[in-house]
């Protein structure tokens, strides 16, 4: 399978604890996208990466997250100190950038802290 | 399999019969945009992509029209079958696709066969 890769696709911990989240993109793809989506809502932009720069990262994005593409590759999504609220699906895409706004979507990890 | 939209706006259609499902976008500056369909338990699948100097684009059993007018956005599809069941949504973006896609709330299609 060629395409985006997520995990843990379910993660179930408790509130407080951190989580990390794992994202494998298209191989050629340069570019690498968050977006967390809760049940009934369209997937809404965290921050993304161009090769191992971050470029953007949304204000929905507090100091409890963070990620990283250390070799431009794949990405790691860490959220601290979890809390209830984070609970939702995390959507990792990538893309190639040429100019064309197409994302190929991961599965997603789905976080339910208790 | 994982609910996706529990919520959301919904549209029962026969099968057999032309699904349209409306998305009205928030920024005028947009200019390129993307419907997306996401299965339960699935990330958002493309469908179609159209720029702003288009007003129409056609794929295979689907269209989508843009009206910049009113920012609105239409996805047209055409003898729908039970596997197009599924949550759709529209997503904006500027500069060609060089900002981060903007997604809409969605609607959920269903298909009565």
């Known amino acids: 399978d060629t395409g985006v890769s997520q995990n843990p696709r379910h993660k179930i911990t408790k509130r407080g604890q951190n989580v990390t989240f794992r994202c494998d993109p298209i191989?050629?793809?340069?570019?690498l996208y968050w977006y967390r989506q809760t049940l009934g809502q369209g997937p809404e932009f965290l921050t993304y990466?161009?090769?191992?720069?971050?470029?953007?990262k949304s204000r929905l994005l507090s100091d409890r997250f963070s990620a990283e593409r250390p070799k431009g590759s794949f990405s790691t999504l860490e959220i601290q100190r979890t809390e209830q609220g984070d609970s939702a699906m995390y959507l990792c895409a990538s893309s190639l950038f040429s100019g064309e706004g197409e994302l190929f979507f991961g599965e997603g990890s789905r976080l339910t802290v208790l | 399999g994982e609910n996706v939209g529990l919520h959301l706006p919904t549209l029962s259609v026969q099968e057999g019969d032309n699904s349209i499902i409306n998305c009205a976008y928030s920024?005028?500056?947009?200019?390129?945009f993307i419907w997306y369909k996401q299965e339960s338990g699935k990330g958002p699948q493309f469908i179609i992509d159209i720029r702003s100097n288009m007003d129409k684009r056609q794929g295979q059993r689907v269209t989508v029209l843009l009206n910049k007018t009113v920012k609105h956005l239409s996805l047209q599809i055409a003898a729908t079958q039970p596997g197009d069941s599924a949550v759709y949504f529209c997503a904006e973006t500027l500069n060609s696709g060089n900002t981060p896609l903007v997604f809409g709330k969605g609607t959920r299609l269903s298909v009565i066969a």
């Open positions: 920024n005028s500056a947009s200019d390129y």
């Open positions: 990466f161009q090769n191992e720069a971050q470029l953007e």
């Open positions: 191989s050629e793809h340069n570019r």
